[in-house]
């Protein structure tokens, strides 16, 4: 029996969550994945997994279909963008599954609103009907009813072979006016709350971030599941972030809000994988 989503997010490294769900193709690795579960796509922090080519598409674990969807309104639910042709499987304690991107043309001839399916039965093949930039690959979530929130596929799926590397690029420090000061070359900075961005990767995203000032833990930020505060999409750390705070622009990515007093600091970031492993840079910084 699977955990609760919230128990799974808690207990990520536990073995048996490792298998909770199977991974809706029947090949994942970094290599298939287009995009990821909180990369900034379309200007919004995205929910879904999107794969590169199309595919056979099946149920990531029993379920019913609660729907099916053929057609390109929006104005489907909390989902935030056309998902063409889709179908979404409610599974217990609360999770649904979403698959989108569909050709309508291959839907299984059993699948049916309320009609039970078994992990792994075939859904359809992937096609170009979702807003994707005529790309054929699926576009897939995972959502919590019960929390209304967007999960992270992989903390419930199989560990693909290998996750990409993890860099930070360049490493800044945004003031309460907005100006950014890129630390890798300036390492004298006014005293006062900074939000530390690096440079954004196209294709990965961490799954934690962690940053500590003097060797003290400033703050956390877990891409474990994406929720709505005030009629913004965001992320939680020490309070709610929105796309507009994790992704400034096209080329940065949050990584947490630390405050600096005068001396002599040493800023530690962590960058972790879904595998737990991690890429650790240190930063020494005269602060005035």
């Known amino acids: 029996m699977k ?13 048996s969550l490792a298998n909770a769900f199977d991974w809706p193709l029947a090949e994942t690795t970094p290599d298939t994945v287009a995009s990821g579960f909180g990369q900034l796509r379309g200007g919004t922090l995205s929910s879904s997994v999107i794969y590169k080519e199309d595919a056979v598409v099946r149920s990531s674990d029993d379920g019913i279909v ?3 969807i053929d057609d390109q309104s929006e104005a489907f639910g ?16 609360g999770l649904s599954t979403v698959y989108g991107n569909l050709n309508s043309n291959s839907l299984h001839e059993t699948l049916g609103e309320t009609e039970r399916i078994k992990a792994y039965g075939k859904i359809a093949t992937s096609g170009n009907s979702g807003w ?12 919590d009813k019960k929390n209304l929130a967007s999960v992270n596929p992989k903390i419930l799926m199989p560990r693909v072979v290998k996750e990409p590397h993890l860099e930070a690029g360049s490493v800044y420090l945004m003031d309460k006016n907005g100006n950014f000061r890129n630390i890798n070359t300036e390492k004298r900075i006014a005293a006062g709350t900074y939000f530390v961005y690096k440079t954004r990767q196209s294709k990965v995203v961490p799954y934690k971030t962690i940053v500590a000032v003097n060797g003290e833990t400033a703050e956390t930020i877990v891409y474990d599941t994406i929720k709505e505060n005030n009629g913004k999409l965001g992320l939680t750390g020490n309070g709610h972030y929105s796309t ?10 949050l990584l947490a809000k630390v405050q600096l007093t005068k001396g002599q600091s040493t800023l530690t970031i962590t960058l972790v994988n879904i595998q737990e492993n991690s890429t650790l840079i240190h930063y020494k910084l005269d602060i005035y």
Do not use: R
């Open 3 to 15: 955990k609760n989503v919230l128990a799974a997010i808690l207990a990520l490294s536990a073995v």
């Open 66 to 68: 609660i729907a099916v």
């Open 78 to 93: 909390w989902f935030e963008s056309s998902l063409g042709t889709a179908a979404i499987i409610s599974h217990s304690d």
């Open 132 to 143: 994707q930039e005529s790309s054929n690959g699926l576009e897939f979530k995972v959502f």
């Open 244 to 253: 507009q705070d994790i992704y400034p622009d096209e080329e940065k990515q």
